[in-house]
């Protein structure tokens, strides 16, 4: 039976809302604090503070930001070649599973937003599905509790794989190169291997234990004990399984001697995917999520994506306050950002899930009235306790943080925003035997159990719980921007939960506070998800003074590492493109 979905409103409340757009919001506009912090030069990599010193150098002709020097300079070699942003995406994302896997894959999913230079738009869900065998209660014990770590490790952790369909899917769209060429380079680095930087020498070495307990007969990861920057990193056997699908397409992973190897390693441990659940998977274009902020387009990711709809009700939470006047990360600034995020998270929870088997209230969400109102009874003078706070009443009215972003504009204008994951780093810690990847943990971003919180504390409902076939919510929020027509800008983030809130701020940062799109991608950031309550903030987030104002008003602000690792690309009305290449992490903008 077809459902239909309106928002009651109380009478009062949308007298409320009509005055705040009729005259300016002037009714939100409460004189902030006098704090009006600058945006600090600071950020956050390995847990250091470092002063931001890259120049903002801009190219004309195209440009590729990713999470890997060596992905980002395979991306632009395509370009050159006469590649357009597809064929570069498309190279990009397996030169990442090669040079970046702890979460460049073959054995996850992700979603890609594309603008061409016309002004088309589409969208492509290769996000993993649910195994056939997979049932609700799947990862619960006897007395319906979850098992702890069932849905992060070992082979039944793992949804059925979607990127390398994905990319053949996106190819066969808009391609312009041949298949073959865009997977040379990532069968060449995988053969001939790539110099370690310190990060992934890091990364390795303190995984090795993990990696032992679930590939006991070892693994490329574990081949040395030890591994340090500029070790040359070689992966034979991922090699061949490329080599495999550079000959034989979608066919050379999803049947065949790769499928075989799939299946034989789920058998080995408890996994339940199938010879047919590979061979049934299929990508799907769907229609992107639209709004806008003032006056610019914003173009995202629809469900299974929460990022989308997320992002727009964020931006228009926030849209009827004067963010720019009162400055970057004032006191007035944080609290509305904050309330805005705790909101929108509240009905992420409950409303959001896979568009195919739950009906999702799409327009509901993003309504501008909607979301005026649910900012309605926020209070400049304390903080809103999100035990206050639920999903708004539109019946009646996650993933890892080691995720990865690239971005990508051609010559002509073209322009691919595309995230992603293993879900966990380094996915389920399972390296198929014979075949040299790594597969997914992506079964935690179900709802496991209503209200019981996934790996990121992100609190799902019935709309995202486990059957058949089903694919998983996600966080991922891979974006792009117009103005006046014209592409504006690619943006997108790695960060579980946090990815929604860091594209959100990095995009107030340029329109609000005019910020270049390194200075925009590397200001420090803070996150907040309605559960559990409280404010993570990267060190630098705020001064001593703004923490303990807010601390008084009643939030829980709590220090954490590195959010995000934003890879963006700004575009100028004249056309020359800048990149955002997060400081974060190894990541690059390379363009010329």
């Known amino acids: 039976m077809k459902q239909h979905f309106n928002i009651r409103i109380p009478v009062t409340l949308l007298v409320v809302t009509f005055m705040v757009f009729s005259s300016g919001c002037k009714i939100f506009q409460k004189k902030p604090s006098t704090d009006t912090t600058t945006p600090q030069t600071q950020v956050e990599k390995n847990g250091e503070l470092r002063d931001e010193i890259k120049d903002e150098k801009g190219y004309r002709n195209g440009m590729v930001v990713s999470a890997h020097p060596v992905a980002s300079e395979v991306g632009v070699a395509i370009l050159k070649k006469g590649g357009n942003a597809v064929d570069a995406a498309v190279a990009v994302q397996f030169a990442l599973a090669v040079v970046y896997p702890n979460a460049g894959n073959l054995g996850g999913g992700g979603f890609l937003v594309y603008r061409s230079a016309r002004g088309e738009v589409a969208s492509l869900d290769f996000r993993e599905k649910a195994p056939g065998e997979a049932f609700r209660d799947m990862y619960l014990d006897m007395h319906g509790e979850p098992i702890v770590d069932l849905s992060l490790r070992s082979q039944l952790a793992s949804g ?24 040379q380079p990532s069968v060449d680095l995988a053969r001939k291997g790539f110099a370690l930087t310190a990060m992934q020498a890091r990364e390795i070495n303190s995984r090795r234990e993990s990696f032992l307990k679930y590939n006991p007969e070892g693994t490329v990861f574990t081949s040395k004990q030890n591994w340090s920057e500029g070790d040359n990193f070689l992966q034979p056997e991922l090699a061949h399984t490329l080599e495999l699908i550079r000959d034989q397409g979608r066919k050379g992973f999803y049947e065949g001697e790769t499928a075989d190897k799939i299946v034989a390693e789920m058998k080995s441990g408890n996994g339940i995917i199938s010879l047919q659940d590979l061979k049934d998977y299929e990508a799907q274009w769907r229609k992107p999520v639209i709004g806008s902020y003032r006056g610019y387009k914003v173009i995202s990711m629809p469900p299974p994506s929460s990022g989308g709809i997320a992002l727009l009700q964020m931006l228009h939470s926030v849209e009827a306050f004067p963010l720019g006047r009162w400055g970057f990360q004032s006191d007035s600034t944080v609290q509305v950002m904050i309330e805005a995020e705790r909101r929108v998270y509240a009905d992420r929870a409950e409303h959001l899930g896979d568009p195919d088997f739950y009906q999702v209230p799409q327009n509901q969400l993003i309504n501008l009235k909607y979301n005026a109102i649910r900012m309605s009874d926020m209070n400049f003078d304390q903080a809103t306790p999100s035990a206050a706070i639920h999903a708004g009443s539109v019946g009646a009215v996650a993933e890892s943080e080691e995720t990865t972003h690239f971005s990508i504009v051609d010559k002509e204008g073209n322009a691919v925003s595309l995230t992603t994951t293993l879900n966990g780093s380094y996915g389920s810690q399972v390296v198929v035997k014979g075949a040299g990847f790594l597969l997914n943990n992506e079964m935690d971003d179900f709802s496991v159990k209503p209200g019981a919180p996934n790996m990121f504390g992100l609190i799902g409902g019935k709309a995202n719980s486990i059957e058949p076939g089903k694919r998983m919510l996600s966080s991922m929020t891979p974006t792009i921007l117009e103005k006046d027509g014209k592409l504006f ?6 960060g579980g939960s946090t990815i929604m809130t860091s594209v959100f701020q990095t995009i107030l940062n340029v329109i609000d506070w005019n910020m270049g799109m390194q200075q925009a991608v590397d200001a420090p950031r803070f996150h907040h998800q309605w559960l559990p309550d409280h404010v993570d903030a990267e060190a630098a987030s705020f001064t001593p003074e703004l923490r303990s104002r807010l601390s008084q008003k009643g939030y829980n602000i709590k220090e954490r590492g590195a959010i995000g690792r934003v890879d963006a690309i700004l575009v100028s009305e004249s056309g020359v493109l800048t990149g955002g290449a997060d400081q974060r992490g190894d990541d690059k903008a390379v363009g010329y």
Do not use: F
């Not at 059925?160 to 997977?183: C, F, I, N, T």
């Not at 800008?489 to 790695?494: A, C, K, N």
């Open 160 to 183: 059925v794989p979607g990127s390398v369909d994905g990319m053949v899917k996106a190819h066969q769209k808009y391609g312009k190169l041949s298949w073959k060429e865009l997977l």
């Open 489 to 494: 800008m690619v943006v997108g983030t790695p």
